[in-house]
C-alpha cells in the first residue's frame, strides 16, 4: 500500500525531501537558522558555524552554563543580535535566555532546519 502512495505521489510530481544539512555539510557551509518569538522574544535569523554543528562539546558547554565559548564563534553582528534579544527591560542580558537561543539554534542546525 505504502509504495502504491509512493508512485501516485511522484507521479502526480511530488518530489522527495532535500537534506539541506548534508548538503551544508558537504560543502562545508553555516547552517541557516530560525529561532522563535517564543524563545527569545523576537524572530532571529543567523547562521551557526559549521564548527558548532551536530558539536557535543558545543552543546555539553551552553547546558553547563558556559555559553561564551559558543557565543565567541559566531561573527559580530549575529552575538550583539543574540545578547540584544536577550536584554530584559533593564538593560540586563539575560543568560537564561541566551542559552536557550543557544540550545534551539544548535538543535535546529543539527537537525538540518
Same mark, same amino acid.
Given at each position: 500500500?505504502?509504495?502504491?502512495?509512493? *508512485?501516485?505521489? @511522484?507521479? *502526480?510530481?511530488?518530489?522527495?525531501? #532535500?537534506?539541506?544539512?548534508?548538503?551544508?555539510? *558537504?560543502?562545508? +557551509?553555516?547552517?541557516?537558522?530560525?529561532?522563535?518569538?517564543? @524563545?527569545?522574544?523576537?524572530?532571529?535569523?543567523? #547562521?551557526?558555524? %559549521? &564548527?558548532?554543528?551536530?558539536?557535543?562539546?558545543?552543546?555539553?558547554? @551552553?547546558?553547563?552554563?558556559?555559553?561564551?565559548?559558543?557565543? #565567541? =564563534?559566531?561573527?559580530?553582528? $549575529? %552575538? =550583539?543580535?543574540?545578547?540584544? /534579544? /536577550?536584554?530584559?527591560?533593564?538593560?540586563? @542580558?539575560? !543568560? &537564561?535566555?541566551?542559552?536557550?537561543?543557544?540550545? /534551539?539554534?544548535? $538543535?535546529?542546525?543539527? +537537525?538540518? !532546519?
Amino acid at each position: 500500500m505504502a509504495s502504491q502512495t509512493r *508512485a501516485a505521489a @511522484v507521479g *502526480a510530481g511530488a518530489r522527495l525531501p #532535500q537534506d539541506h544539512a548534508a548538503k551544508a555539510e *558537504a560543502l562545508d +557551509q553555516p547552517v541557516d537558522v530560525e529561532i522563535g518569538p517564543e @524563545v527569545a522574544g523576537a524572530t532571529l535569523r543567523f #547562521q551557526v558555524p %559549521r &564548527s558548532l554543528v551536530d558539536s557535543y562539546e558545543a552543546i555539553q558547554a @551552553v547546558y553547563a552554563g558556559f555559553a561564551m565559548p559558543v557565543m #565567541q =564563534e559566531f561573527d559580530e553582528v $549575529t %552575538r =550583539e543580535g543574540i545578547l540584544e /534579544a /536577550a536584554r530584559d527591560e533593564s538593560g540586563k @542580558v539575560r !543568560n &537564561s535566555v541566551v542559552q536557550r537561543v543557544l540550545v /534551539a539554534a544548535l $538543535t535546529q542546525a543539527a +537537525q538540518g !532546519n
